[in-house]
């Protein structure tokens, strides 16, 4: 198995929902905000390379959303998916499967792009299987007025009419038990605190248990366990989920992979009499080079 870090791009969105309660004078210390008070933001998906498959957990935002829909989100930066996938000398037709956590517009809109006469829209990996689950699907196409504007039927019918989507394992009855996607052969816990039914990959890698950690904590300054997001649905089941899994975490030693810190991309955790913090921030290739 090989893993690779691949930068879909960067932009930006406001500290004050990204941080809920917290004041800024605590989280600008982790996140420092401009001017507009919007703060940095990644759309870092992890490329799975094991056996004959091509696993990319989420797609980043893509690019078929109009001017005036970018205009929000600040988008700064060079990556795309094909460059950061070329650097490692793969193409988006190499792909297989596309796993996503949730379908929230940042995490799936790379999946779909318009055709070449742009009349229509078109699976953007077309020799993928683009995997969720069947809770999260039927939430995510019946949205509440909260989520509605995150998930966009563009990034949704087409994935469903082009024939690839497919459900993995349903979620388990034992809060915050793990379950094995079997296809895909990494470990998943589901939580609802952001959204229903998100999943986090488990994937065991060189000895180590690295957790793609999406929205349940989106950057190194989200470690704390108060720090929600404004953008959850639930905040009081979030904190309840952080707590367990960083309790976890702590005593399996796990490592975050940050899906949504713009300058980190994976750290290990550390106890202290605060709490669960920050311990050391790595690069992959620093890690396991």
Known sequence: MKLYPIETGNFKLDGGAMFGVVPQSIWQKTNPADANNMIDIAARSLLIEVDNRLILIDSGLGN????KFFSYYYRWGNHTLDNSLAKHDFHRDDITDVFLTHLHFDHCGGCIEWNKDQTGYQAAFKNATFWTNENH???AMQPNVREKASFLKENLVPMQESGQLKFGPPAPKGEGSLVKHTALGFDILFVDGHTEKM??????YK???IVFAADLIPTVGHIPVPYVMGYDTRPLLTLNEKSSFLERAIKNNYMLFFEHDAHNEICTLQATERGVRLHETFTLKELFS
Do not use: F
Not at 64 to 67: F, I, P, R, T, Y
Not at 199 to 204: E, F, K
């Open 207 to 209: 000895g180590k248990t």
């Open 64 to 67: 078929k959303q109009s001017e």
């Open 137 to 139: 699907w039927e939430w």
């Open 199 to 204: 999943m986090l990959p488990h994937i065991q």
